[in-house]
């Protein structure tokens, strides 16, 4: 979009830049910090190597148009609360085999509960078609395929769809074509999913995708009058909400700074994760015409691997861009301190 400036570092943590344009039109430039942790017994510990992702990748890498969001790019400007993701796979304590299993995300004043059934399928019963019980299972992955949701085409060239969850199963334009097939395996417990029918909230804990409900809602709007009026610009309808990555009910508002409690249960074979967020501070700062200027950075992004005992966690600031664009001299990054 435009020369990066020069950025100096003095951190261990991934440090990168996301140029941007505002709604006005005036540059600006995203300054990403981001450290990967593990989680241990008793304390968490720094790990190098948390690449800062540059696009969407999904968890089906062959056909990657139709799966859900495994990681979500890190490159956005701001968000307006911090995204609380999990990425890995519900799993039976001590390597058992369980048919069914209630997972558990507590993060500060988050807390959420799904779910989560070995597989089964669709089949028709006396009272139309049902749900047959779980099999047993040791692992189950938490991605939103697995979850109510699906779009289908019926005869009639209609586009049935679960706007939440396109990439879903239930939902099909002709419900005798789910006899046999995959049924749910994520729920949550108020709502399960026992027929095929009626409706029910896609329950899940990863990213949602960009054209999904509701995200594409705070897109804006990209029509005729956007690319005669705004095109390269935002629409002027659009949300900042547009760039949060997790479900509206993991989305902390106000932000998390660090040091809040996390409770994650049936996502690891060793049993329950317990620890705090780590506490890191850092200092984004930028020389423009020979004066430095603070930039404080936020905690918007935390995506949790309990399989893997790991965790990610970005902060965010923003720096706007003079003109001429060499005014900005550099930019500056370095940890204030650290638990």
Known sequence: MF???????????????????????????????????????????????????????????????????????????????????????????????????????????????????????????????????????????????????GSDTGEDGKLREEPRNPVGRGVAADPKTLVHKPAPQIETPDDPVTSARGAHAPAGLGAIGRHWVPRRGWAGTYDETWKKTRMPLPPVDQDPRFHQAAPPDQVVAGYLAGGEPVRLGGLHADGPLIFELPRMSFYVGARIDGTMTEHPPRLDTVVLMPNERTLDMVWRSQVRVPRPLHRLEHIQVHERRRA
Do not use: N
Request: charged share 25%.
């Open 3 to 149: 020369p990066p400036p020069d950025l100096r570092t003095r951190t261990e943590a991934t440090v990168d830049l996301a140029p941007a344009l505002e709604m006005d039109g005036s540059l600006w430039v995203g300054v990403v910090v981001k450290q990967r942790f593990y989680v241990g017994r008793r304390r968490t510990e720094r790990l190098r190597g948390a690449d800062i992702a540059r696009t969407d990748l999904p968890w089906d890498e062959e056909e990657p148009e139709t799966s859900s969001i495994k990681t979500p790019s890190d490159m956005v400007l701001r968000k307006p609360g911090t995204d609380v993701l999990v990425v890995g796979a519900a799993c039976a304590p001590g390597g058992k085999m369980v048919k069914t299993l209630d997972v558990l995300v507590q993060v500060g004043p988050l807390e959420k509960m799904l779910r989560v059934h070995g597989p089964r399928v669709f089949y028709r019963g006396t009272i139309g078609l049902s749900v047959t019980p779980a099999e047993a299972f040791e692992s189950v992955p938490l991605k939103w395929e697995l979850a109510w949701g």
